[in-house]
């Protein structure tokens, strides 16, 4: 895949999950932060030719499911970090909100 067409798929998931991300803040509990659709084309897309040879099906699966999960929770972040500047706040930036962030998944810091 080439850069450009790599780069329009990101826009295109990252345009398609900014929907999830406001769906998620007028219902938290009535969606999943991602659908998985077209995160998961991205990737299948991206891994074509690249996985290493001798993976069974259950590996290779396996990868694919969590470099979806990867790409959907740095779109996530994106639309935290989009949402903060959207709203024009100057009283975070965008290194404090990822420490909010994650300080919420659990992780301090000086913690791996």
Same mark, same amino acid.
Not at 39 to 46: D, T
Not at 70 to 98: I, K, P, W
């Given at each position: 895949?080439?850069?450009?067409?790599?780069?329009?798929?990101?826009?295109g998931?990252?345009?398609?999950?900014?929907q999830?991300?406001?769906?998620?803040?007028?219902?938290?509990h @009535?969606h999943?932060?991602a659908? @998985?659709?077209?995160?998961g084309?991205l990737?299948?897309?991206?891994?074509?030719?690249?996985?290493?040879? @001798?993976?069974?099906?259950e590996?290779?699966?396996? $990868?694919?499911?969590?470099?979806?999960?990867l790409v959907?929770?740095f779109?996530?972040?994106?639309h935290? $970090?989009?949402?903060?500047?959207?709203?024009?706040?100057g009283?975070?930036?965008?290194?404090? $909100?990822?420490?909010?962030?994650?300080?919420?998944?659990g992780?301090g810091k @000086?913690?791996?």
């Amino acid at each position: 895949m080439k850069e450009q067409e790599m780069l329009s798929r990101v826009i295109g998931v990252l345009t398609q999950s900014g929907q999830w991300y406001r769906d998620i803040h007028r219902d938290p509990h @009535g969606h999943e932060p991602a659908d @998985g659709r077209v995160v998961g084309e991205l990737v299948a897309e991206l891994l074509d030719g690249a996985l290493p040879t @001798g993976l069974s099906e259950e590996e290779e699966r396996e $990868l694919r499911r969590s470099t979806a999960r990867l790409v959907s929770v740095f779109a996530f972040v994106f639309h935290q $970090l989009a949402e903060v500047h959207d709203t024009g706040r100057g009283d975070t930036s965008s290194s404090e $909100l990822l420490q909010q962030l994650a300080l919420k998944a659990g992780y301090g810091k @000086g913690e791996d």
